[in-house]
């Protein structure tokens, strides 16, 4: 068997400086953009693959609808960015093409369709995920998940760490031999911290009494190890908030353990357990079509639907009938976070109102359900009917 250990620590070499630079850069960051002082924002509008286009189309209408007025002033504008697909993605053998990156750093926040992310033998070259890298490209350190199922008493917000851990170098492992190949975790203080305190001044700032840091440390003891004890160290600031820890195991028992979960508040979670556990907590809730996401950076944020391109609805010819509610979730999450709280929260309301109360636009992914332009019309008429500025 033919192995050159030198290559493989020559790989490695690469990657822990290219990872000590990025540490160091972090610590480089000024404040977080404070939207609520932007003479103009700008919110980019991206497709995406498979369904993406339909569902963020029609998120980005209720968005315009609901902010009429700040689109009319000229102090929020729209604006589309195309390219983000896989065939141009491939085409240029980029995760992100340039140009499409330069024209996502032009916008202040990103509403995002999903993106088809080629996987190590399904024929596609070996690009880097455009979610993954995008995340990392635009610093977007904090995926935020919430979770709701207010009949169940649970009221869950997941702070999954975006750019470190098993996703930092994940499609820069090495291969030293034909039988041993090696992947990387990665584990950095300023990384940890900044998702650590964005958990408990959210805990804080909405009367939340728990936090969960999620964990394997009895095992990956080095960079989970550093995880678990920087994200402590944070939560001795906060005080009047209880800390727990669990290892992500039986953290996903307990999920499903009734009189247990609703204990649960605010998790924080190193990125591949917060990946899977966020799919599990949006199964509970009613499907990943049902959650949205917001990342988190100091200069930019991006919002999204939890789930993937659903490329099969589009080859089936059904992506009109695709479910946009996990888009319109990331769609309210992203008027929060440019300050617009109250239209925010009228969003959420319209969005329970459609989809859990009234009910009366169903949809099924199929022709026997309404169309994915339908609902949006729906939830529109439902924001004025029900949910209007002045009720
Ligand atoms: C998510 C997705 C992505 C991830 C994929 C598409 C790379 O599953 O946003 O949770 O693993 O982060
Ligand atoms: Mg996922």
Redo the contacts with the bound molecule.
Sequence with gaps: MSYDIEKAVAAFRALAEEQQARAEAIKLQGAAKDYTKLDKIVIGVCGGDGIGPVITKESANVLKYILKDDVDSGRIVFKDIEGLTIENRVAQMKAIPDDVLEELKSCDVILKG?TT?PQAGDGRPNIE?A??AMRKALDLFA?VRPVKIPEQGIDWTFFRENTEGA?AVGSKGVNVSDDLAMDFVVTTTEGTERIARLAYEFARNNKKDRVSIINKANVIKTTDGKFLSLCKKVGEEYPEITTDEWYIDITTAKLIDEKRRRDFKVFILPNLYG?II??EAAEMQGGVGTAG?ANIGKKYAMF?A?H?SAPRMVQEGRDKYADPCSMLRAAAMLLSHIGKYEESVRLEKALDYCMFEDKKMKITGREDGCTCADFAAYVMETLTTKFGAEN
């Design positions: 999903p992310t995920s979610n993954v995926n996703y990946d966020t799919d996401s999204e939890i993937g």
